[in-house]
């Protein structure tokens, strides 16, 4: 079970899966209003194995609330289901407490809100999943102890599923992004995130022909603040020409009418009134 709200990362692999080995693919309504739980039950099955949604989705800025997300952790494990959270847009832009969000497995990257190198990510799984998420790929590093007889300990941790030799740099610089912003402070990110998506709301609101496709309040926002177009612009040029013409890197996203901005905390209210005016100068 996925969303409707999905980057490609969440659904290209399912429709691998899907071509390889059968499985079914159902889709629930993660739009802004709809209720997660009631969603997720209108879709379960005695044949469901797995829900696999964002944590805060790319395409219409949902962030799940912390305490729906661990109702739906609960009702799931009652089933026997394992509960998958795309966290690419999660930490870094909204409050990110992996255990609290009731999840199985939680994913993130590290060049989006933490600012780190890209190619560098990272894998939470609850201990008591760990024997249950079993390799699909090991090597050297996956193994607490092995010897040339056939016997091997698996690591203790979500390390196991490191293997091989690997970016070490990049991972360095990961880890150099994640401090840096934990001395600024997360929570004081997350706070000015939330102010300038307040002055992103009212500048849109201000502007003709302008209209706001994400979730106008907390906690059900984040810095992903999403644009809706007015009839007959198109998303795609204007990205294009966002980029050529005025430097200002935004994103059209699923719905053929919404484009992404990403709010983040060292942008300017100058900037969002820039990038704001320029969207209603070349839609209108």
């Known amino acids: 079970m996925i969303s409707n709200m999905e980057h490609p990362a969440n659904v290209v692999p399912w429709y691998v899966l899907r071509d390889r080995f059968g499985i079914v693919i159902r889709e629930i309504d993660l739009s802004s209003g709809t209720g997660l739980i009631d969603q997720v039950r209108g ?9 696999s949604i964002s944590h805060v989705s790319r395409n219409n800025g949902r962030a799940l609330r912390t305490g729906e997300s661990a109702e739906l952790g609960d009702l799931l494990r009652t089933r026997g289901v394992r509960y998958h959270l795309d966290g690419a847009q999660g ?3 909204v409050a990110t407490d992996f255990r609290a969000l009731g999840c199985d497995c939680y994913s993130t990257c590290g060049h989006k809100w933490l600012l780190g190198p890209k190619g ?3 894998l939470f799984v609850r201990r008591e999943r760990l024997d249950d998420v079993q390799l ?5 590093h ?3 102890t092995m010897d ?6 698996l690591l203790p941790s979500a390390a196991r599923y490191e293997f091989g030799t690997r970016a070490l740099a990049d991972f360095a610089g990961f880890a150099r ?3 840096w912003m934990e001395n600024i402070g997360l929570e004081k990110v997350e706070e000015r995130i939330q102010s300038l998506v307040d002055h992103a709301i009212e500048t849109v609101d201000a502007t003709d022909g302008l209209g706001v496709s994400s979730p106008r309040s907390r906690p059900d926002r984040s810095g992903v603040f999403v644009v809706q177009l007015p009839e007959g612009c198109d998303a795609t040029q204007l990205y294009n020409d966002l980029r050529e013409d005025e430097g200002i890197l935004a994103s059209p996203v699923r719905e053929e009418r919404d484009f992404r901005l990403s709010i983040h905390f060292f942008n300017t209210r100058d900037e969002i009134d820039a ?4 969207i209603a100068e070349r839609c209108n």
Do not use: F, K, N
Request: aromatic fraction near 8%; charged fraction near 5%.
């Open 177 to 179: 992004a994640v401090a």
């Open 275 to 278: 990038a704001i005016a320029a």
């Open 142 to 144: 996956s193994h607490a």
């Open 43 to 51: 879709q379960l099955s005695d044949r469901t194995q797995m829900v």
């Open 91 to 93: 930490p870094g832009c």
């Open 120 to 122: 560098t990510g990272a």
């Open 136 to 140: 699909s790929w090991a090597g050297s």
């Open 148 to 153: 040339y007889a056939g016997a091997y300990t």
